[in-house]
Every structure is written in structure tokens, then in C-alpha cells.
Nanobody, 120 residues
Framework: QVRLVESGGGLVQPGGSLRLSCAAS????????VVWYSQAPGKERELVAT???????DYADSVKGRFTISRDDDNFSVYLQMNSLQPDDTAVYYC??????????????WGQGTQVTVSS
């Protein structure tokens, strides 16, 4: 089963930026829709941003104008550029994606999450 691997999290000051990456753990044929979620301590997991196989995007109201989701199909990766970060953005960020593995079998996978902490 294909796994997704997130990276790019860390500690950043308010107003700072981070770029998260989501990549497949092994060679795949393609990604379909990929979604970034966030989960703050004591809260439910929330949708942050979505990108479809055709590149259409959608965002939670709380991140519109600050976050940008993008994809690199040549490298089977999806990114989340996060600007103007605020303490309320502190959370573990997860990616979830569907696609076709090397045998063209459909996969539906989550990553393990990457911690984003916004604090001065």
C-alpha cells in the first residue's frame, strides 16, 4: 500500500512562512485529488486545502489568501505554501491522497503528519 510522507513542518514566528510537501513513499503512476488537513490539540481534523487532478483548488475560509496548494505531477508531490502564519495555524498537518500505484491499482492513503508551530 502506497504511503504518503509529509515534510516541511517546524517552528515559525507569527507572520512567517512554511512550505509543506506531500510525496508518495514509492513510485506511483499518478495522483488524483489530494487534500491537506490540520488537527490542532483537542480539536477535530479540519480540511485546509484541496487540489484535484486537473489542478482545481479550494480552501478553508480561514486560510484563503494566505495558503496556496500546488502539485508537481512529474515528481508526484503536492505542496502547501503557508504565508502570514498565525498562532491559530498551529496544528499537525496531514495530507490525504488517492491515485494509482505502479500496478495501476487505486490507493487511498494518509500521511503521518507534520507539526507546524507558530509562536514567538
Amino acid at each position: 500500500q502506497v504511503r504518503l510522507v509529509e515534510s516541511g513542518g517546524g517552528l515559525v514566528q507569527p507572520g512567517g512562512s512554511l512550505r509543506l510537501s506531500c510525496a508518495a513513499s514509492e513510485t506511483i503512476r499518478r495522483f488524483y485529488t489530494v487534500v491537506w488537513y490540520s488537527q490542532a490539540p483537542g480539536k477535530e481534523r479540519e480540511l485546509v486545502a484541496t487540489i484535484t487532478s486537473t489542478g482545481s483548488t479550494d480552501y478553508a475560509d480561514s486560510v484563503k489568501g494566505r495558503f496556496t496548494i500546488s502539485r508537481d505531477d512529474d515528481n508526484f508531490s503536492v505542496y502547501l505554501q503557508m504565508n502570514s502564519l498565525q498562532p491559530d495555524d498551529t496544528a499537525v498537518y496531514y495530507c490525504h491522497g488517492q491515485g494509482r500505484d505502479v500496478d495501476y491499482l487505486l490507493f487511498d492513503s494518509w500521511g503521518q503528519g507534520t507539526q507546524v508551530t507558530v509562536s514567538s
